[in-house]
C-alpha cells in the first residue's frame, strides 16, 4: 500500500511565471485536501475535494489558484503569475469519506519564487 | 468556529525525561483532535488521534493524549524522550461541520538533549 505522493518534491520558479503541482492520494481514498504551510507556521487549508466534486475553498486561495480532481483520482494545483508570498510547501493529504477523518499527508511540494 | 493553541513554540528536554507537549482547543461542536509529528522537509505524519472513543488516546512511538474537555485540553506527553523524538509536533481539530477540514496549531519544535 503506497501513501500519499506528490510531484515535483521542489520547485523554484521566477515571478510571473505559473507552477502546476500534483498529488497522487492513497488508492482508496476518496477526500483529497491541500494545505499551504509556511516557515513556522502549521499548516492552512486551502481547498478540499469529495470524488472530483471540489466541496470548499478557502479564502486564501486567490483566483490566481485552481484545483482539479477530473477523475476523483490525482489532483493538480496550479499557481498562475506566481508572486514571491506564494513561496511556502505545498501539502496534499487524503482521507476516506467524513466519519473516520483521519488525514495522510504526502511529503509536500516546497515552492520558492525568486 | 475552530482553533487550536499550542502553548510553547520550542520545547527541551534531555533524553530519558517526560515529554509534554501542551494544546488547547476551542470548538462548538464536539471536536476531533490529532497529534501529527513533521519531520524537516517531510510531510506530516499522524501520531494519534481522539474521535470520542476513550479520552486516553495511545499513540505511536510511545506517545499518548489525555482529552479533557473541562480545560479543553489535549496535551501529548511521553514518558521517557528519545533522541529520534527530536522534530515539530502540531495540535489539529476538525469538526462536523467544517468538512472534515484540519485546523492546526503553530507547532512546537522538541528539542532532545543527549
Known amino acids: ?63 490566481r489558484f ?10 493538480t494545483l496550479e499557481i498562475q503569475r506566481t508572486e514571491q508570498g506564494d513561496s511556502a510547501m505545498y501539502l496534499c493529504a ?21 | 468556529a475552530q482553533s487550536v493553541t499550542q502553548l510553547g513554540s520550542h520545547v527541551s528536554v534531555s533524553e530519558g525525561a517526560l515529554v509534554l507537549l501542551r494544546c488547547n482547543y476551542s470548538s462548538s461542536v ?25 479520552t486516553l488516546v495511545k499513540g505511536i512511538n510511545g506517545f499518548e493524549a489525555e482529552f479533557k474537555k473541562s480545560e479543553t485540553s489535549f496535551h501529548l ?6 533522541m529520534s523524538d527530536a522534530a515539530e509536533y502540531f495540535c489539529a481539530v476538525s469538526g462536523e461541520t467544517s468538512g472534515s477540514r484540519l485546523t492546526f496549531g503553530e507547532g512546537t519544535q522538541l528539542t532532545v538533549n543527549p
Request: hydrophobic content about 25%.
Open chain 2, 77 to 82: 506527553t511521553k514518558p521517557s524522550a528519545h
Open chain 1, 66 to 75: 485552481s484545483a482539479e480532481r477530473p477523475k476523483g483520482s490525482f489532483s
Open chain 2, 30 to 54: 464536539p471536536p476531533y483532535l490529532f497529534w501529527y509529528v513533521q519531520y524537516p522537509n517531510q510531510g506530516l505524519q499522524l501520531l494519534l488521534k481522539y474521535t470520542s472513543a476513550a
Open chain 1, 1 to 63: 500500500d503506497t501513501g500519499v505522493s506528490q510531484d515535483p518534491r521542489h520547485k523554484i520558479t521566477k515571478r510571473g511565471q505559473n507552477v502546476t503541482f500534483r498529488c497522487d492520494p492513497i488508492s482508496e481514498h476518496n477526500r483529497l485536501y491541500w494545505y499551504r504551510q509556511t516557515l513556522g507556521q502549521g499548516p492552512e487549508f486551502l481547498t478540499y475535494f469529495q470524488n472530483e466534486a471540489q466541496l470548499e475553498k478557502s479564502r486564501l486561495l486567490s483566483d
Open chain 1, 94 to 114: 487524503s482521507s476516506l469519506k467524513a466519519g473516520v477523518r483521519e488525514q495522510y499527508f504526502g511529503p509536500g511540494t516546497r515552492l520558492t519564487v525568486t
